[in-house]
């Protein structure tokens, strides 16, 4: 899931991922699936395969799973075949939702998507009605560097690398750039002897709604939901919580 970028969303969004690794794997073996099935299935020639593939690297996917999937895209194994697609919506507060699905049945994955939002105080949206408050963009988080590198000089060689943004943060530094130039410019900044911490193509909200209190707490009962869904691949929303409301919700587990 995506919010705004402060430390604490992303500690909340690391400690989703390890509580859902076993769920985090299947997706990402549909994830796979799709990207070769739909383009090329050597990653070299297929820059959504390469990020899908970084991504189960990532959370420790097995090797051989990976592979698997790769055969059942190409034919070489027998396997289902899935489709990708958006679903827009909103939570309480007018906080907007985007959804990207990958799914082998959209029967059952439009009936358990809005059934979450209904539940949880929230409304699917039609097409379009979302999806423009959010851009593409590429982003690199680097939450350490090496001991003696001068943090200004590191900003300004991210800036000679190609970054067309950069949040710093204190603690980490938020890079943004052109999808496009994502390896690139991640490439350049493992040159400095910088390892990311993130590194992938996402979908920015143009501005955000700030939620606080109860509030907070709903938003993210229901993105949650939306992530747990099996055909959820990721959820973007635009919502801003401030970082001691939800170091409190973290608190509460």
């Not at 796979?32 to 395969?49: C, E, H, M, S, Y």
């Not at 709903?218 to 993105?223: E, P, Q, S």
Request: hydrophobic share 40%; charged share 30%.
């Amino acid at each position: 899931m995506a919010g705004h970028s402060k430390w604490a969303n992303v500690k909340y969004r690391k400690e989703r991922q390890d509580k859902k690794r076993s769920s985090l794997f299947a997706k990402l073996i549909k994830e796979i699936t799709l990207q070769a099935r739909t383009g090329d299935p050597d990653p070299v020639n297929n820059p959504g395969l390469t990020q899908a593939l970084e991504r189960a690297r990532a959370a420790n996917l097995p090797k051989e799973n990976i592979e698997r999937a790769i055969k059942r895209a190409t034919g070489e194994l027998e396997g289902v075949s899935y489709e990708e697609i958006l679903y827009e919506g909103y939570a309480p507060e007018g906080v907007a939702v985007l959804l990207r699905v990958v799914t082998d049945n959209r029967n059952r994955a439009a009936a358990s998507i809005r059934h979450a939002f209904s539940k949880h105080g929230g409304n699917m949206a039609a097409a379009g009605s979302v999806a423009w408050l959010f851009d593409r963009r590429g982003v690199i988080t680097i939450e350490q560097i090496p001991e003696g590198m001068d943090r200004d000089e590191t900003l300004m060689a991210l800036i000679e690398l190609g970054a067309q943004d950069l949040d710093d943060q204190d603690d980490m530094i938020e890079i943004y750039c052109a999808p496009s130039d994502l390896p690139e410019l991640r490439e350049g900044i493992s040159t400095l002897g910088i390892t990311p911490s993130r590194a992938e193509v996402t979908m920015l909200p143009k501005n955000t709604v700030t939620v606080n209190g109860r509030t907070a707490e709903r938003v993210l009962k229901l993105v949650d939901a939306l992530d747990d869904n099996e055909d959820v691949q990721e959820v973007f929303a635009n919502f801003d919580i401030p970082d001691a409301i939800l170091v409190q919700i973290l608190a509460k587990g």
